[in-house]
């Protein structure tokens, strides 16, 4: 019976996963195992075509195999998908910065990080930077966070500032757009360009994520049929209500996750 | 009688989307606006007229990211 042992496929001597386990790693050691995206440290019987990552505990393994069992923990057939996927990023703040990791940790092929600015000291309050990245463009603090957290991915920046007349060329490339900046102004001028210069393309934005009140209120909605919007819409950060990281990281999520269920071929919200 | 968001609202007079986001105090640069479900680009707001039955859709983009 063939399986698909840590992305190659070997005939698996019989149908368990224990016994598989052993005789490609004989010797013991500690071991975790995966099947078909589900870590268990039981056994169960194979079938074929079935999934397993073997991940020997607290040994590096080499570069060829990182990857599968980086991904090990997917939903069987997510990371094929995602692979292929280019998605840009408009703005790296505290929206931008988490969907970023969010969709380098699932595995998306390509990433377009697209911000003007640079890591101040009031940025680390909600957006996924270090005090070692301060003053670097945030378009490079960023490309080295992901370089270590999924070196697989290719990161594409621009260290510029989205205007009526760079919109068109600078996101051509990209089949998957999330809208993440903090003004609403510019949010207001990306969308809008997306929707008149980009009806083909899938566009994520966010309105409404400021200060700590319920996180139930952040929801996704279509608004129509390649755009959806994340937040409540209405809480907006101004004199007397901050922008804190949960809430952000909240409405990140939501977006990072239409992104996948788009990239997945699930439309719905 | 037009349709803002869903709500049924009369219109008194022949206004462009221009002059009716300005009279409903919308702040222009914020927002993003579909007639009968196609967007309307942000240099027609002033050619854009609203006639009986239009449907829109006002998003409005507040702060924060």
Do not use: W
């Not at chain 1, 992305?7 to 490609?24: I, N, Q, T």
């Not at chain 1, 680390?124 to 270590?148: C, F, S, V, W």
């Not at chain 2, 009716?20 to 606006?33: I, K, P």
């Amino acid at each position: 019976m063939k399986v698909v042992l840590n992305g190659k496929s070997v005939d698996a001597p019989e149908a368990r996963l224990h016994a598989l386990r052993d005789a490609f790693y004989p010797g013991g050691g500690e071991f975790v195992t995966i099947l078909n995206g589900f870590q268990t440290p039981d056994d169960a019987d194979l079938n074929e075509g079935d999934e397993v990552v073997v991940i020997e505990k607290g040994k590096l393994p080499p570069r060829e195999d990182l990857e599968r069992m980086m991904m090990a923990r997917h939903t069987p057939g997510v990371h094929e998908k995602v692979k292929r996927a280019r998605v840009a990023v408009a703005g790296l703040g505290g929206l931008g910065s988490n969907i970023a990791l969010l969709l380098a940790r699932t595995g998306v092929g390509r990433l377009h990080l697209v911000d003007f600015d640079v890591v101040e000291p009031s940025n680390l309050n909600r957006q996924q930077y270090g005090i070692r990245h301060l003053g670097l463009p945030k378009t490079d603090a960023m490309k080295q966070a992901i370089g270590e957290i999924n070196p697989f991915v290719e990161v594409v920046t621009d260290r510029v500032r989205v205007t009526e007349e760079n919109v068109a060329s600078l996101f051509a490339d990209d089949d998957l757009i999330c809208e993440a900046f903090d003004s609403a102004a510019a949010k207001a001028l990306l969308v809008n360009a997306c929707l008149t210069r980009f009806p083909q393309k899938f566009l994520v934005a966010a309105s409404g994520l400021a200060g700590f009140e319920s996180g139930n209120t952040i929801r996704t909605r279509r608004v129509s049929d390649r755009f959806y919007l994340c937040g409540d819409g209405e809480t907006d950060a101004r004199v007397g209500r901050g922008l804190m990281a949960p809430r952000v990281a909240v409405c990140a999520g939501h977006q990072a996750n239409t992104a996948l269920r788009i990239l997945v071929g699930e439309y719905d919200v | 009688m037009i349709t803002v968001n869903g709500v049924k609202q009369d219109l008194p007079e022949t206004l462009n989307l221009a002059a009716f986001l300005e009279a409903r105090s919308y702040a222009r640069d914020r927002v993003v606006v579909e007639i009968n479900r196609v967007i309307v680009p942000k240099t027609d707001y002033p050619s854009a007229v609203l006639r009986d039955g239009d449907a829109l859709e006002i998003l409005s983009f507040v702060s924060g990211g």
